[in-house]
């Protein structure tokens, strides 16, 4: 029965020291880390790693739910998985231990309200660009296709595919910029 723990920060700047002493100090055997967004499951390898080679009656550790997942769905997907091989999710910050009941309820809790988080740092994201676009501060990124290249070359009598392949671009932008045109 091992205790494999898994750390992780979003960022390339954030540091894992803290989860990693943790870890350790909580009898982990191994300790698993990466430094990529919680925000989905995709592209973190090292958890992958980790649910794939867990075995039954080994303990995944963590010292906060936030740092396995920021969606309650990818939250329960990881315990399912988890529970299907036998193996149990345990924090060291939060009285969470999956092999117990109160363990699963406070789990469960606790990813309501990350996920609750995750939505709110969106929402006032979202809020703060739309201030910034209403007082003329934020612009979004700049174009990164000339669209009057993409004109010139079609008044030539250029193709869509040829325009494409000589800017290095989708066809499909060419067709948006021809058709916004025809549009406007």
Do not use: W
């Amino acid at each position: 029965m091992a205790r494999i723990g898994y750390a992780r920060v979003s960022t390339t700047h954030q540091d894992l020291a803290l989860q990693l002493d943790t870890l350790t100090a909580a009898g982990c055997d191994l300790v698993r880390a990466e430094k990529v967004s919680g925000s989905t499951l995709a592209g973190r390898a090292e958890l992958r790693t980790v649910l794939d080679f867990i075995a039954k009656g080994d303990a995944l550790v963590v010292t906060r739910i936030d740092r396995l997942a920021r969606s309650i769905g990818d939250l329960q997907d990881i315990v399912r998985e988890l529970r299907a091989k036998g193996a149990r999710l345990q924090a060291t910050e939060q009285p969470i231990d999956t092999g117990t009941a109160a363990g699963k309820a406070f789990l469960d809790m606790l990813g309501v309200f990350a996920e609750f988080e995750t939505n709110l740092r969106r929402e006032r994201q979202l809020e703060g660009i739309a201030k910034a676009k209403a007082a003329g501060v934020y612009k979004g990124r700049p174009p990164s296709i000339d669209a009057a290249q993409v004109r010139a070359l079609k008044a030539e009598g250029v193709g869509p595919a040829e325009i494409a392949r000589r800017l290095g671009i989708g066809r499909a932008s060419v067709y948006r910029i021809l058709d916004a045109r025809a549009q406007g």
